[in-house]
């Protein structure tokens, strides 16, 4: 998405807590400047993403009409991890 050797590791899950196969993963800046990734979740409920902007960020997973989002700050050359969870 960016330029930082960053990593974000995301784990999105369904109401009952079981994993969520296929939603998609936005970055949104402080801004609002939205970046749709192409990345989706796996059977696991799990995406990595790379080359994260520096900053604060809202990550936002889809799925259908459903999302939750969650804030995080991305540090230069970091790992971060965020569980999101549909309601």
């Known amino acids: 998405v960016g330029g930082a050797a960053s990593t974000l590791d ?17 970055l949104v800046t ?7 990734t192409s990345e989706r979740t796996d059977a696991e409920g799990k995406v990595t993403i ?19 989002e969650k804030g995080i700050q991305i540090g230069p050359d970091s790992k971060h991890a965020i569980t999101l969870e549909f309601r």
Do not use: K, M, Q, Y
């Open 50 to 68: 790379s080359r994260l902007i520096l900053g604060r960020l809202r990550v936002v997973a889809r799925s259908g009409e459903d999302r939750a």
């Open 10 to 26: 995301v784990t999105v899950r369904a109401a009952d807590g079981s994993p969520l196969a296929g939603a998609s993963i936005d």
């Open 30 to 36: 402080e801004g609002g400047f939205t970046f749709r």
